[in-house]
């Protein structure tokens, strides 16, 4: 995925221990938490001083992998990240595909004289970065950051901590090794992240068994009352108000794996779930089975993006205004939706 001449800048780049700046996307999810982390604990083995970034909070489940504390959360304290993006010889970005997905970071990254590398999985890139490892077949970042460390002939250096992180980016964007994303060398690498000390077992448990009892109240709550099917559409969707989210205590991450609920019904090809956010603006995820590609329904439609089969997208109207129009949408890929 690199040609010769970025090869050796990156080999270069990486020989001589330097303070180095990580970034992930907003609102980061599994795998760009686990993939920036999974870096982070490699460059430190090189000697490398790093910082990394999160635009804004990240989940409580994913604050078990090691060096999460470290983490500089740049909606809480701007100053001390834009004082590692300013200071930093190397700019890694984990995980994105635009520099619009770092919010406000941006204008610090844009003063930035730093060498920009990008690992990422996510189609239609964008060039922001000197050099880009980038493959939209790849299962995860994660996976990509694996194959970056191994090409760097460095595999042999991935230990405990490095494994973790990197399993844990792999399991959350594959939906557990079950989306059509997961490939062969996916289970291939996953084996040797094992080998390198990958505790499966804890990894799920870590995320999947670490819940406040009032989350699953939420999410019991959002498919019992608030999910609705539309067959003749093979299409699911959920909604959540600020009031219900406050309802149920609402924290970051508690509606993670929701928008999965309608698309597991028979039948159900194209699901999406809308939460409206403090400021009004309505968040919208989408999920779809076989060949409906909601990247571009979201890009087209909504303002966003992401993978065939996994995006995002958002909303400045009224929940009732953008269900509405959804709704009016769906009418456009009814043959589609039928796989006519």
Sequence with gaps: MLNEKEYLKVREAFATPSKVAIIMHKSPDGDAVGSSL???HYLEKLGHTVSVISPNPYPEFLKWMPGTRSVIDFEKTPTPANQAIAKADLILFLDLNSLKRIGDLEKAVKKSDALRIVIDHHPLPEKFADIAFHDAAASSTAELAYDF?????????????IANCLY?????????????????HTHDVVADLMRHGA??????????????????????????????????????IITLTQSELKRFDYKEGDT???????ISVKGIVFSALFTE??????????????????????RKHFNGGGHMNAAGGRSDWSMDE?????LQLLSQYKTELQGK
Excluded at 149 to 161: A, N, P, T, V, Y
Excluded at 256 to 262: A, K
Excluded at 279 to 286: Q, T, V
Aim: glycine fraction near 8%; charged fraction near 30%.
């Design 199 to 236: 505790e499966a077992n804890k990894v799920h448990r870590f995320i999947d068994d670490n819940n406040r009892d009032i989350r699953l109240r939420l999410l019991g709550y959002a498919v019992f009352e608030k999910m609705k099917i539309f067959p003749e559409f093979a299409t699911g």
């Design 322 to 326: 953008t269900i509405l129009q959804f």
């Design 277 to 298: 956010q403090k400021d009004g603006e309505i968040k919208i995820s989408f999920r779809s089975k076989d060949k409906f590609d909601v990247n571009q329904f979201a």
């Design 149 to 161: 460390i191994s090409m760097l002939g460095d595999s042999k250096r991935i230990h405990k901590d």
């Design 38 to 40: 999974g870096m982070k």
């Design 256 to 262: 993670e794996g929701l928008v999965n609920e309608p």
């Design 168 to 184: 844990a980016g792999i399991m959350t964007d594959t939906g557990s090794f079950r989306f059509a994303s997961t490939t062969p």
